[in-house]
């Protein structure tokens, strides 16, 4: 009986559950949250840039049909449209991917965090086997706390076969912990290289988006501020029809 005893002690854990993989659980669940939500705004990133450019081709196309006398208008809105029609093009060739090629810098850092975040879904899918096994271990640890303290009605035997089981569940549910824990540590360890990866993904992206809007927006963008003082004077005078009425009464 005094051997017993010994094994139901060694059995016996400080808490019910191990407290790091319990922590490593939660940052991991947390840091996948985070990722998540920030692919998603990086792809949402990419289409919005994709409308600017197809908006701003579709405006320019519209504004291209002026149909008046200003010989230097007409040319700068033609080249205006054709530029960014061309560019609207490309945009909307590119689809769902982007202004971002697959072989891009910041597509191959992209499909690492995907890759990253898929792994901790993989352990995840652990968590039960963990949960399970745990549930196991508490069962007997309690069983045998009770049995403990009437073994003289309970008998010797009965006891020892409670020990066993309660030692193997025990080793079964440390061995899940084994296997588990170190693929967590490792995920959790690299979490920063994922955040870095995200940011540098992003920004180079919104880099690839304003070179293309810059190549394609120069010349009318040379062009509105060439202008804009002398439109924004007549704008300050008021409505055409004011204009008219000012005008005829010099």
């Known amino acids: 009986m005094h051997c017993l005893k010994k094994t139901v002690a060694s059995a016996t854990l400080p808490s019910e559950t191990d407290e790091a993989y319990t922590e490593l659980r939660t940052n991991l669940t947390r840091?996948?949250?985070?990722?998540?939500?920030?692919?998603?705004?990086?792809?949402?990133?990419?289409?919005?840039?994709?409308?600017?450019?197809?908006?701003?081709?579709?405006?320019?196309?519209?504004?291209?049909?002026?149909?008046?006398?200003?010989?230097?208008?007409?040319?700068?809105?033609?080249?205006?449209?054709?530029?960014?029609?061309?560019?609207?093009?490309?945009?909307?060739?590119?689809?769902?991917?982007?202004?971002?090629?697959?072989?891009?810098?910041?597509?191959?850092?992209?499909?690492?965090?995907?890759?990253?975040?898929?792994?901790?879904?993989?352990?995840?899918?652990?968590?039960?086997?963990?949960?399970?096994?745990?549930?196991?271990?508490?069962?007997?640890?309690?069983?045998?706390?009770?049995?403990?303290?009437?073994?003289?009605?309970?008998?010797?035997?009965?006891?020892?076969?409670?020990?066993?089981?309660?030692?193997?569940?025990?080793?079964?549910h440390a061995g899940v912990l084994d296997r588990v824990k170190p693929t967590m540590e490792r995920l959790w360890a690299a979490r920063g290289d994922m955040y870095e990866a995200l940011f540098v993904s992003y920004w180079l992206g919104v880099d690839v988006s304003l070179k293309a809007a810059g190549d394609g927006m120069a010349l009318p963008r040379a062009f509105a501020k060439e202008r804009q003082e002398g439109l924004v004077a007549k704008a300050a005078a008021g409505s055409e029809v004011a204009l008219m009425h000012s005008s005829s009464s010099k």
């Open 31 to 172: 840091t996948k949250a985070d990722l998540s939500t920030a692919l998603s705004m990086l792809q949402k990133s990419e289409k919005a840039w994709m409308k600017v450019l197809s908006t701003a081709g579709a405006f320019s196309t519209a504004v291209a049909k002026y149909d008046g006398e200003s010989p230097t208008l007409k040319k700068h809105l033609g080249d205006a449209a054709a530029a960014m029609g061309e560019l609207g093009d490309k945009a909307g060739a590119a689809g769902a991917n982007g202004l971002t090629p697959p072989d891009a810098p910041q597509a191959a850092l992209v499909r690492r965090v995907k890759t990253y975040v898929s792994e901790i879904a993989a352990v995840e899918a652990e968590y039960t086997k963990v949960a399970r096994a745990n549930k196991e271990y508490q069962l007997y640890k309690k069983k045998v706390t009770a049995l403990d303290k009437k073994k003289d009605k309970v008998g010797e035997e009965k006891l020892g076969r409670n020990y066993e089981k309660l030692e193997r569940a025990k080793a079964d």
